[in-house]
């Protein structure tokens, strides 16, 4: 019996060592999960919302500050673990859950570290729509806006003899100089004639 109770001690040994191991591990990763379960979910909606941001072609300062904010808190965290880590048995360092745990931060940085990116690029992209924009604007305030350009007025008409452009069938303005200058007499003048095309009619002499 007492042979037999020899042969266990070793295995009752790993067993104690492998479940002080899990308690310590459990402990030292309790208080940090859940601050990662908040740092994941907010991850989560940054880099949605940059995203979003650059698939429209906008860029949002508060929105990489707080990227930015984030980050730091998450890095700060995993270089506090890493440092703990250091003190403590190789048995706790190895458990699952430490490593679970050392996973959950670099896939928050990561996810955090694309948000970046992808802000960099929704701003890259609108001072590239800016830069067009201005660049039009530029072109327009030098050649002018050709649909709102005045037409070209000749003498006596508008510039190929149209009008708010409906085209004059006499190639000028009506009134203009491609119509008949004598159709256009004033009315004053000839009824002052006489009327236009009748000759001149003399009063009757005055009898004393």
């Given at each position: 019996?007492?042979?037999?109770?020899?042969?266990?001690?070793?295995?009752?040994?790993?067993?104690?060592?492998?479940?002080?191991?899990?308690?310590?591990?459990?402990?030292?990763?309790?208080?940090?999960?859940?601050?990662?379960?908040?740092?994941?979910?907010?991850?989560?909606?940054?880099?949605?919302?940059?995203?979003?941001?650059?698939?429209?072609?906008?860029?949002?300062?508060?929105?990489?500050?707080?990227?930015?904010?984030?980050?730091?808190?998450?890095?700060?965290?995993?270089?506090?673990?890493?440092?703990?880590?250091?003190?403590?048995?190789?048995?706790?360092?190895?458990?699952?859950?430490?490593?679970?745990?050392?996973?959950?931060?670099?896939?928050v940085l990561e996810r955090l570290q694309?948000?970046?990116?992808?802000?960099?690029?929704?701003?890259?992209?609108?001072?590239?729509?800016?830069?067009?924009?201005?660049?039009?604007?530029?072109?327009?305030g030098r050649n002018g806006d050709p649909?709102?350009?005045?037409?070209?007025?000749?003498?006596?008409?508008?510039?190929?003899?149209?009008?708010?452009?409906?085209?004059?069938?006499?190639?000028?303005?009506?009134?203009?100089?491609?119509?008949?200058?004598?159709?256009?007499?004033?009315?004053?003048?000839?009824?002052?004639?006489?009327?236009?095309?009748?000759?001149?009619?003399?009063?009757?002499?005055?009898?004393?």
């Amino acid at each position: 019996m007492d042979n037999g109770n020899d042969r266990d001690e070793p295995r009752r040994r790993t067993l104690s060592e492998a479940t002080t191991a899990a308690r310590e591990a459990g402990r030292l990763v309790r208080d940090i999960n859940d601050r990662i379960g908040r740092w994941q979910a907010e991850s989560v909606r940054l880099a949605t919302t940059a995203e979003r941001l650059r698939r429209s072609g906008r860029s949002d300062p508060g929105l990489v500050e707080a990227i930015d904010v984030l980050a730091a808190l998450v890095e700060g965290q995993r270089r506090n673990f890493a440092a703990t880590l250091q003190t403590l048995p190789g048995s706790v360092v190895q458990h699952s859950r430490v490593r679970d745990t050392e996973r959950a931060l670099r896939m928050v940085l990561e996810r955090l570290q694309a948000a970046r990116g992808e802000t960099g690029t929704a701003a890259t992209a609108l001072r590239a729509q800016q830069g067009a924009a201005d660049g039009w604007h530029t072109t327009q305030g030098r050649n002018g806006d050709p649909a709102a350009r005045p037409p070209i007025v000749g003498a006596g008409g508008s510039a190929g003899g149209t009008r708010h452009g409906v085209l004059d069938a006499g190639g000028g303005e009506p009134g203009g100089a491609g119509a008949d200058a004598g159709s256009q007499r004033p009315a004053a003048e000839a009824r002052r004639d006489g009327g236009a095309g009748e000759e001149a009619i003399e009063p009757p002499p005055r009898l004393c």
